[in-house]
């Protein structure tokens, strides 16, 4: 069985200030992890993916996230928030499950303030 | 290159009405699913296509169905229309479905069901 769980449905933080969106997840595979961004109004884009190479993985726009197997968290980190990052922000998990089958996280909403 | 197109963007209907949603994926994709984001309730996973066939489905009623083309373009089909069906209906692709690969999401159709 698999399962993600975003710790928090929102998050405010300074323009500026460390960005951190928490990410657990549950998986018996090995799994693909993801950190996709959705603007107001428009589809999703990834940010970044890990797939069991690097446990640091570095995304776009400044943003990294870092698996941690023994924590089962992939949280997502980026060190100065800019107000462009104000989105909403999905953790995804995906794993061979006899046929692939992809999770989505419920969404953290990003805010920043000037 | 075209990103993927959904259309339309925005519809109206009444309960009890039929309704047909539309997404090109991009070039070379033989892959797409489709999502349902409710307001407060993420992403659902609704279906998933390939090669011209449903390889997988997620815990939504008979009445959403689909199709894949052979031109790899996808429609999703919702009969019986209830208000509960109102939301953003987003269509992604990807290249060769193998679950643990990046999406290409479209921009959405916002359904609302009055």
């Known amino acids: 069985a698999q399962s993600v769980t975003q710790l928090d449905s929102h998050v405010s933080v300074s323009e500026g200030t460390p960005v951190l969106l928490r990410c657990n997840y549950s998986?018996?595979?090995?799994?693909?992890l993801f950190w996709y961004v959705q603007h107001p109004n428009k589809g999703l884009q990834l940010l970044l993916k890990y797939t069991s190479a690097a446990t640091l993985v570095k995304g776009i726009n400044g943003f990294e996230a870092e698996f941690k197997k023994s924590e089962t968290s992939f949280h997502l980190t980026k060190p100065s928030a800019h107000m462009s990052d104000a989105a909403e922000y999905f953790c995804v998990v995906s794993a061979n499950t006899g046929g692939f089958k992809t999770i989505f996280g419920a969404g953290t909403r990003l805010f920043v303030k000037a | 290159e075209a990103g993927v197109t959904q259309s339309p963007t925005h519809l109206i209907k009444t309960r009890g009405q039929q309704v047909t949603l539309r997404c090109s994926p991009i070039?070379?994709?033989?892959?797409v699913y489709w999502y349902q984001q409710a307001l407060g309730l993420g992403l659902q996973f609704l279906l998933w296509y390939d090669e011209g066939e449903e390889r997988n489905r997620g815990n939504f009623p008979p009445r959403f169905s689909g199709r894949q083309f052979p031109n790899y373009s996808s429609e999703l089909n919702v009969n019986a229309l209830e208000l509960e069906d109102s939301a953003l209906y987003l269509c992604a692709s990807s290249l060769r479905g193998q679950g643990d690969e990046k999406l290409f999401f479209g921009s959405g159709t916002q359904l609302s069901v009055l």
């Open positions: 070039s070379g994709h033989t892959s």
């Open positions: 998986s018996s595979y090995s799994p693909s």
